[in-house]
């Protein structure tokens, strides 16, 4: 029987279902650009120190490039029998290349292999993430933009309050996404260390140079303890969360989306793109992708919880539960991914139906607040005595079948003296939602100011 490279003591072939459980070929091998990239490093690192021969490195650098292109044109299958990604490529370079292929592996553990490919992966794909929301606060900007005085019930408890502007609720959203940008890339720049050169848990004898495959590899340094280094999957935990917070984000807008655009509201219309139909009934027009979602966030929040799980009882360093660290962080950025670049195309071109927006704001008497306001300024009532003689106007509008902006003078007078001939403005729902413009406010001038913030913040990104 040939030797297992990875197997020295043992000398049984190894049990149809230990394969099956241990082997993480099947998953990890989405990483054989990062092991290759890595391993390339290690390798120039290793020569540069005089470790191996620039001869051993010259074989070793043209066999690695070869194998990328074999996986990429499809000769090299990543569907074999090999233990991992690690295995599977260092075993193909050593059929290449003979001997220099065993010398790659000094000094270095799949341990630290295995945290370096891993973290590439995250670091990667946190910027990419990165930019997608940039994208979408762009559309979010192009949309608020000119939507800057189409009013609708701004809602407390799924129930009208006061009249808000399309912009400013949209201007929301794209503040949670800066905030989601900016959890991106400080996790990147937290996580920017190298942990090549750990080797197994305790660093190695051999002269090695952390700081070449440091800087070869795009690090700022490399990472400061070793032990730490192969047991941390902080990295991971980091996208994970930053995933499950910005996919909670995309829920709650989702969740809007889906209200908006149904026969109660009709607040939005998604474009055809975006919906799907019945098999049964014909006149349905669904809308699945914000649906979706909504119902992937709970895969993502599933995927946090798990490696938070998986790694709460693990004693230093490496254990190969570590090995379930992969998959779900796989699957969050495929899905955050996709979320983000579907989310980006559908609020591009929803369209949104203004003059039921407009409607809407005459139910639920929104500038109630404004009358309560208005007596404080005019008749310099206390804020609650106020407050309840607004009540009393609410209860007559409401006898009345109206909304309280349609009542007249009289009317209003009726219950208190004091109102003049200029609330009739102060109801008003446009000038209630301009009256806003305290620092952050709905006020059309207000919201073009948080627009015009957040472009200039775009551009220093
Ligand atoms: N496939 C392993 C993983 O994904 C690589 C590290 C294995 N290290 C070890 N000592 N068994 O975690």
Redesign the pocket.
């Known amino acids: 029987m040939s030797k297992k490279i990875?197997s020295a003591r043992i000398s049984e072939a190894s049990s149809e279902l230990l394969k099956e459980l241990n082997?993480?070929?099947p998953f990890?091998k989405l990483l054989y650009r990062e092991d290759i990239e890595g391993s390339l490093a290690h390798a120039f690192m290793l020569s540069s120190q005089c470790i191996i021969s620039k001869d051993d490195f010259a074989l070793i650098e043209k066999g690695l490039k070869e194998i990328l292109e074999e996986i990429e044109n499809g000769t090299f299958s990543l569907d074999g029998e090999d233990?991992?990604?690690?295995?599977a490529i260092e075993g193909r370079l050593t059929a290449k290349i003979g001997d220099a292929g065993k010398r790659l592996h000094t000094a270095r553990?799949?341990?630290d292999?295995?945290a370096l490919d891993?973290r590439l992966y995250v670091q990667k794909n946190s910027l990419i993430l990165a930019k997608l929301l940039i994208e979408n606060i762009e559309t979010l900007i192009n949309l608020a933009s000119k939507n800057t005085t189409t009013l609708l019930p701004g809602m407390t408890h799924l129930q009208h309050a006061q009249p808000i502007n399309f912009a400013y609720h949209m201007m929301a959203y794209a503040s949670m996404f800066k905030r989601d940008y900016e959890r991106f890339v400080s996790s990147y720049e937290r996580n920017n260390y190298s942990p090549i050169g750990c080797a197994?848990l305790a660093g190695t004898p051999h002269s090695i140079d952390r700081n070449i495959t440091a800087e070869k590899l795009g690090f700022k340094e490399p990472t400061l303890n070793c032990l730490d280094t192969v047991s941390d999957r902080d990295f991971a935990l980091e996208i994970l969360f930053n995933i499950s917070t910005m996919m909670m984000h995309i829920s709650r807008l989702s969740e809007e989306l889906i209200l908006w655009s149904s026969s109660e509201f009709r607040w939005i219309t998604l474009d055809d793109r975006h919906a799907t139909g019945s098999s049964i009934m014909p006149q349905k027009k669904n809308p699945d992708i914000p649906e979706l979602l909504r119902g992937k966030t709970g895969r993502v929040n599933g995927n946090l919880v798990g490696l938070l799980t998986v790694m709460k009882g693990l004693p230093l360093a490496?254990n190969?539960d570590?090995?379930e660290?992969?998959e779900g962080v796989f699957d969050s950025v495929k899905t955050a991914t996709l979320a983000l670049k579907v989310l980006n195309e559908m609020i591009g071109l929803m369209q949104v139906n203004e003059e039921n927006m407009k409607r809407a704001c005459m139910i639920g008497h929104l500038s109630a607040t404004d009358l309560a306001d208005y007596l404080v300024r005019k008749a310099g009532l206390a804020f609650r005595d106020a407050y309840h003689i607004v009540g009393n106007v609410v209860n007559l509008a409401e006898e009345q079948g109206v909304d309280i902006s349609e009542l007249d003078l009289k009317q209003l007078q009726s219950v208190e003296p004091h109102i003049q001939a200029d609330v009739l403005e102060v109801l008003n729902n446009l000038n209630s939602m301009n009256a806003r413009e305290s620092k952050g406010g709905t006020a059309t001038i207000r919201v073009l100011e948080q627009i015009e913030a957040m472009k200039s913040w775009i551009e220093k990104q």
């Open positions: 990875a082997n993480s070929l990890d233990e991992d990604i690690h295995m553990s799949r341990n292999q295995v891993f197994a490496y190969k570590m090995q660290d992969k």
